[in-house]
């Protein structure tokens, strides 16, 4: 199960320190108010896959908008591995 | 690869833009940058970077569109983020650290644009593998091994952009990095990318790729198409891929 604090880990990370501390990340946080951008949004889709040996629905991936969709779809992707 | 990017008068895309395009763009965030209220509404919750970014990049949009004789209006994202134009425009913006600029044109001169700016750096580790096809990644290497100036990965990568975002408007359909081939031109700042889905039909004609321009200076990659509305689609040079 991926949860929102791993996906959050990652995005800060992703971010380099960038990101004010006391910003705020929870599932309806918007990847773009982050100013993350899209490259920056792959490598952590990239990262996932790779760390959860999964593949998430390519269709999906691109049409992410917030940290709780990203969430969803990781699982979603996982589960389906799971069956 | 050029030595200062702001010896430039106007503004350093329109180097790589047919004279048709407007273009506009900004090496740091304006402090006045100011937005449309629905503009605003846009970055309501954004980190202080992001709005800042934003701003200048929308500025940029006003200014281009002021360029070509449109009156400025809220440039809301639309359908897959991108950019909503007023009508009988295309647009495209690009925004990376240090850089952000916007190109319109008007719909009777050119079908769709799309342009694409990246620090001149590598990319991560892993994503070459991830983005490039065999045929593409074989190029890199090579045009590295000859001119390490510039990032010839993160060059491949801004090239892709551009074409989904050409693409997008014309589709409203995902494009995957894989589907589409590109032929970069180390000497002659051009691109050639190949469609390896079915192209969209524009003027009666199935568009099979496109043909885009590059530059890179010390700090950045910049990669635009513009597709010209009449005379022919095929990309100037061959994709040899």
């Known amino acids: ?83 | 690869v050029r030595d200062d990017a702001r010896a430039f008068s106007r503004s350093l895309i329109e180097e790589i833009l047919p004279a048709s395009v407007a273009s506009a763009d900004a090496f740091e965030d304006a402090a006045d940058a100011r937005l449309f209220p629905e503009e605003e509404a846009v970055v309501a919750r954004a980190v202080g970077s992001r709005r800042r970014q934003f701003a200048t990049a929308r500025a940029c949009a006003h200014r281009a569109l002021a360029e070509l004789g449109v009156a400025a209006v809220p440039i809301l994202p639309g359908e897959g983020g991108a950019p909503c134009w007023p009508p009988g425009v295309v647009g495209s913006i690009t925004h990376t650290e240090g850089y952000r600029a916007s190109a319109v044109a008007h719909a009777n001169e050119v079908i769709t644009l799309g342009i694409d700016a990246e620090p001149n750096a590598r990319l991560p580790r892993g994503i070459l593998g991830r983005i490039a096809l065999e045929a593409e990644r074989r190029q890199v290497r090579e045009f590295t091994a000859t001119d390490p100036s510039v990032c010839w990965d993160r060059l491949l990568f801004s090239a892709k952009e551009s074409v989904y975002k050409a693409w997008f408007p014309l589709t409203r359909r995902r494009l995957g990095f894989e589907d589409a081939a590109v032929d970069l031109d180390r000497g002659r700042g051009g691109f050639a990318a190949r469609l390896l889905v079915a192209g969209p039909e524009v003027e009666a004609e199935t568009l099979w790729g496109f043909a885009g321009r590059w530059l890179a200076t010390e700090r950045l990659v910049i990669t635009a198409i513009a597709v010209p509305s009449r005379g022919t689609h095929m990309p100037s040079v061959e994709p040899r891929l």
Request: hydrophobic content about 40%; charged content about 30%.
């Open chain 1, 1 to 83: 199960m991926i949860t929102v604090d791993e996906v959050a880990g990652l995005i800060r990370g992703e971010l380099r320190g960038k990101l004010p501390a006391d910003t705020t990340i929870d599932e309806s946080t918007r990847l773009e108010d982050l100013g993350m951008s899209s490259l920056q949004v792959s490598e952590v889709v990239f990262t996932l896959e790779e760390q959860h040996e999964t593949e998430f629905d390519p269709a999906r991936a691109a049409d992410v908008k917030t940290l709780g969709e990203l969430v969803a779809l990781a699982n979603d992707s996982l589960s389906a591995a799971a069956q």
